[in-house]
């Protein structure tokens, strides 16, 4: 999943030339993996805890990595923070790329809808960015996920997204689910499934935004521009 995650952000990268000049040199050398050979730091590369250089993760970690910066011309600060225990990062991205799997009713649009409204309820920055875009690009939307992250209940959503929303807000504050909860769901096509879907989602980005406050995890700058223009169209 998160490869064809990274395949999209090339795509979008390509389009908004402007992104990539921050992935250039800086006083005419470039940043790598967090590490870099100015004295210089950037505001997203102040990690609290040093990530470990991608040359020196493990083969299979490397070997995931490697591409998805290749594609995109960055490395999202996510893996970068991670890295500081590669075991974990391993962990985190066999189960992000299980939760995020094309499976049961639940879109890619709306699996992404879910982390920015309850990323905006634990008021983490990196996830609402990062996932903001990933939002646009998998809705073709460039305006909901702003919306989604001011107040998801004025957000111009569907009664099948409402449905999703209320179910996973209500476990990102740990509030009893009610059965009149599941069958709201029912209604809307959801499935038991896809309530366990949602709130694997909800669960791991829980995860996530906190982990994000931990090691003082900023948003690549890439992310901000990401789906906001529509692409142009040759004849």
């Not at 590669?86 to 985190?92: C, M, T, V």
Request: with cysteine; net charge positive.
């Amino acid at each position: 999943m998160l490869r064809n995650v990274s395949t999209l952000l090339s795509r979008r990268i390509v389009q908004d030339r402007n992104c990539m000049d921050l992935m250039k040199c800086v006083k005419g050398r470039r940043l790598y993996a967090g590490i870099h050979t100015s004295s210089k730091r950037r505001s997203d590369d102040l990690f609290r805890f040093p990530p470990t250089p991608l040359n020196s993760l493990p083969d299979d970690l490397q070997s995931y990595l490697k591409p998805i910066e290749e594609k995109t011309g960055f490395l999202p600060n996510v893996f970068k923070a991670m890295s500081h225990h590669p075991d974990e990062l391993r962990a985190f991205i066999n189960y992000y790329d299980i939760v995020m799997s094309e499976r049961g009713s639940l879109t890619k649009a709306e699996k992404e809808m879910i982390i920015v409204a309850t990323s905006a309820e634990n008021n983490c920055q990196y996830c609402i960015i990062a996932h903001g875009a990933l939002h646009r690009i998998f809705s073709k939307n460039p305006h909901l996920a702003d919306q989604l992250a001011i107040n998801w209940r004025t957000a111009d959503i569907d009664d099948r997204q409402r449905s999703i929303l209320d179910f996973a807000i209500d476990l990102c504050h740990c509030q009893p689910l009610c059965e009149e909860k599941f069958k709201n769901l029912e209604k809307h096509g959801l499935s038991r499934e896809d309530a366990w879907d949602i709130g694997a989602v909800v669960a791991l980005f829980a995860l996530s935004n906190r982990m994000a406050y931990l090691t003082n995890m900023k948003p690549n700058k890439e992310f901000y521009l990401m789906g906001r223009v529509p692409k142009n169209k040759t004849k």
